[in-house]
Structure formats: C-alpha cells, structure tokens
C-alpha cells in the first residue's frame, strides 16, 4: 500500500477494515498497486485458483534469422566476386523456372477430372518440370544435396512431415517425391509457381476457417487410403523457422491415423543462414545467389505408425514432433504461426522489441480457446495503451483504453493482471488475464446478467441514463464524464442505444470490464470522503 494510505483504525471489534485513501485519485502514487490486499474482482465469475498465474515469457525467437546480413569483410568481398555468378544464376533461374512452367501447362491441358489422381502420361510429363526444379535448386547454390535415409514405400507410410526453414525444401520435395501438398490458400496466386503447386494436386487450407481445416483433413485421409495418390506431404509448424528450433505442430497430418515418415532438413552454414525467418524474399534470393556454394542436408527419419486404434491424435503428434526434436537436437517451443501475427502487428507500429509480445500461441490456444486473430486485437488494444520501451504498460495508460477512472476497483483489476506485482503490465500479462476471466464459468452468465440489470431486460438496448445509474450505485466517484466514456466504448455503432449484441460482443473484446458489472461484496466505495471500507 502506498506510503500515503494511513490505517485510521488498527484493531478493530467487528471484521471491518477502513482505510483512508487520497481523495487525489488522479495523482501519480495513485497508481501503485504492489501491496494491495484487496481480493480477486472477477471472484463472482466462480474464478478459483487464487491469483493469476502467468509462466515466464521465453528468451527464445525461433523465427529470428541472425545471419542474413552481410556482416563482415569477408561476406561483402564474396559478394562483389560473386555478382556476375549471381547474374548467371539469375537466367539459369529464370529459364528453368519458364520451361517447367510451359511443361506443367502442357501437363494440365484439358484435365478436367482433377479429383482424382493424375494420369500416368500426365506425370511423366511432369518430370520435366521436376528436372527444370533440379536445375533450380543448382541456381541457388545447391550443388550436391546430401542425403541419410530413404523414403518409404508410399504403401508403408503415405503421409510425410517435414521441418519448414526455407522455400527450398518444396522444391526439394517437388524434384524428389512428387507429393500432395497441403499449402496456404495465398499460394495459389504466386505466378508462375501457383500453375506448378496446382499440378500436385495440392490441398487448399485456409488456418483461419474451421470448416476448412476440417475439408482438408477430410481430403487428406482420402488421399492417402488410394495408392493411386502420390504421398501426401505437410509442414506441420504451418510457416517456416529459422531451424534452430521446433514449434508447435498442427494436427492435420496426425488425425486420419496411418503411417507417417519424418524427415528433417538442415542447412549448415557458418557466414549465411539460409532460414527465411524475418527476411524477405528478394534478400534471401540474392544472398543465396552470391554465395560459392550452399549446404542442404535432408534425413529420413523411420516411419511412425499409430500405436493402436485407440491412440489419440494428439499423442500422435507428440511422438513424431519428438522425434524430429531428437533428431535435430533441439526443443520444441509452442510456437505457432500466430506469434508471427503478433510479431509483424507490433512491428508495424514500431515497437523497439516486436520478439517480445509473442507469447507460445500455440500454448495459448490450447489452455484459453482463443484464436490468433482474437489475440492479434487484444494486441491492438494493449499497444494502444502505449507501453514503453521494454514492452510494458503503466497503470495510467490501462486506464485510458478501458474508458476507466482511477478508483479502487480499477486498481483490483489492473493488479489482477499485475502478477510481477511492479506496477506495470506486459502483453503476455494481459492476454492471459483477459482469456482467463473470459474462461471463468460464470463470464457468459455475467454477461447476460449486466445487460439485463442495465435496463436491457425491458426495451432490448441501454441508454447511457441506464447505464450512469447502473455504474453510479456500484462507483459512487463516478461522474457523468466517466460513464459516458465507456458507455460511448459500448456503443459500438454510435446511435446512443447499446444492443445486447453489442454490449456482449464489446465485453468479449474486453472482458475486464465485466468487472463493472458483477457484484464486489468486499468493497464499498464512499462517494468523496476519501474512506474505503472493506467488510
């Protein structure tokens, strides 16, 4: 407790504690919240567990791809040397790219019946455009491509998974295997390479739509029952790394339950790292361009079959992602393609550190349900909180996104969140806080519950009259300006009436607030003497 905060009565006959607080809510000591005792705000949700618990943020970026500068004398030397290699390359590249792309029109002309497998004459058309990839992986430096193991039947194990580090590897797998891709939807667009992933017969997914994921699952196991199929190959971290580490796996290779081969890929290097990480396109090409020669391991790791019938999908995943972790000598991470969401938003607005705001997305979804694009808009709330430097919000900024006025009720939730108890928040802090109470038994409950007692019961809307009387007989301190703050946060479409979709939909987004509007039995809030009574 602040050192201006006085206990006016130390012992106390009944069960009653009054503590005189500064009447200047608005005063910078306001704002500590390290020491309080007041209790959970979100108890009333059947919140249980004590306080919020939130695990350490992890050191580690696995996306981070530390050597794809020219860094030292040496690297700009080779580079200059290399410039006319690289323009070499460059036609080499481009005259494959146009042969293969002609070879695989041919391939697909007049085929109609694309639900089914390719005909035979058909690839072997296609092995055209598989040299022409060849070539292609020689262009960019590939000169020998070393290997350990082989491929299995596509009778034993018609599912193949595989590390994602750079986009060398489908051209690899196009050349070696001729599989079923499941890809992005985006990728069908790319000109020139769209035609030649349109002849795998690839496997559309869009991440962000259930129903897609299920189609694709549905097509998956489809594929790989037909022998007639070529094998079915997935990148199960769903975006690429910079292989150091593994991150979390998608479940798509696992359900359908047959055979899977792992296989792993390395890129040794001691000036250039090859993962596409952080780097764009264009500077990965050009970097691999100039370069004397470019390393490229692939080992073929034993195929791992489902223990039984009984086996779950998701111990299924854990076997095989353990597997390729061992054999790369690494950890897993939990990781996803969402903490890339994450990283670019705060990348975008210029954040001097967007590493930290990812927080193991993968983690994330599996305890709170929440999607990546849920968490990409809780982001967008918190950097609109301004944080500093290190990536951490004070309790004046919480404040002014939530429409709140400093208040002991607004201190207990902001100290909920406040788990390191310093007075300040990370991103990671709040998301979890805000999931967690989203999770609570009694969120939608609650919910309902506040838009009815606000006047919602009887017209099916609230007006800010309602909504002052509903927050006034709770928060005496609080004025006509405070409520009409977050009654104007409520309306979301501005017609001074908040519908009940509305009012839900804003306090799915802002689940904090809820604490508004259920009961706090604990505290009883004076309405200016500056005297906080706690029963």
Known sequence: MADHNTITSPLLPSDHLILTVDSDSNSASSTNTTASPISNPFSALGFSGGELTVPAGITVDPFQNYKAGINSFYEWVKTIVCIPLALVRLVIFGLCLAI???????????????????????????????????????????????????????????????????????????????????????????????????????????????????????????????????????????????????????????????????????????????????????????????????????????????????????HFRKRASHAIATALNTVQTGHSYGDIMLHTRAQ?????????????????????????????????KFLAMNPDPSGRVQYRGFLSVFRLRACPLAQKIFAFIDVEKCGKITFKQFLYGSAHVMKQPGFCQACEIAFAECGGAVKGYIVEEELRDSIQSALPSWNEDDVHGLFMLLDEDNDEKIYKDDFLSCLRRNPLLIALFTPQPELKESCGNGVLEIV
């Open 348 to 380: 975008e607005a210029k954040q001097e550190n967007p590493s930290s705001y990812m927080v193991e997305m993968a983690k994330v979804e599996s305890l709170f349900h929440i999607s990546s694009l849920e968490a990409v808009d809780f982001l967008d």
């Open 100 to 314: 293969g792309y002609v070879a695989t029109k041919l391939a697909l002309y007049g085929w109609k019946d694309k639900e089914n497998p390719m005909p035979r004459w058909r690839s072997r058309i296609m092995w055209i455009t598989r040299i022409a990839a060849r070539f292609i992986l020689f262009s960019f430096g590939y000169h020998w491509i070393k290997r350990k193991g082989k491929p299995a039947p596509r009778d034993v194990a018609p599912i193949i998974v595989s590390n994602h580090v750079s986009y060398i590897e489908p051209i690899f797998y196009f050349y070696e295997l001729f599989p079923t891709i499941v890809a992005s939807e985006s990728h069908d667009s790319i000109p020139f390479v769209g035609t030649i992933i349109r002849a795998m017969q690839v496997i559309y997914v869009n991440r962000f739509s259930p129903s897609s994921r299920k189609q694709a699952v549905r097509e998956i196991k489809r594929r790989a029952s037909c022998d007639r199929f070529p094998r079915v190959l997935l990148f199960p971290e769903g975006t690429t790394t910079n292989g150091r580490n593994l991150i979390s796996f998608q479940l798509g290779a696992f359900i359908p339950g047959y055979p899977i081969q792992p296989i792993i890929v390395r890129y040794p290097h001691v000036h250039f790292d090859q993962s596409w990480g952080n780097v764009s396109l264009g500077q990965l090409m050009f970097r691999m361009f100039t370069q004397f020669h470019n390393f490229f391991e692939v080992e073929y790791l034993p195929v791992i079959s489902p223990l039984d019938d009984k086996e779950t999908a998701v």
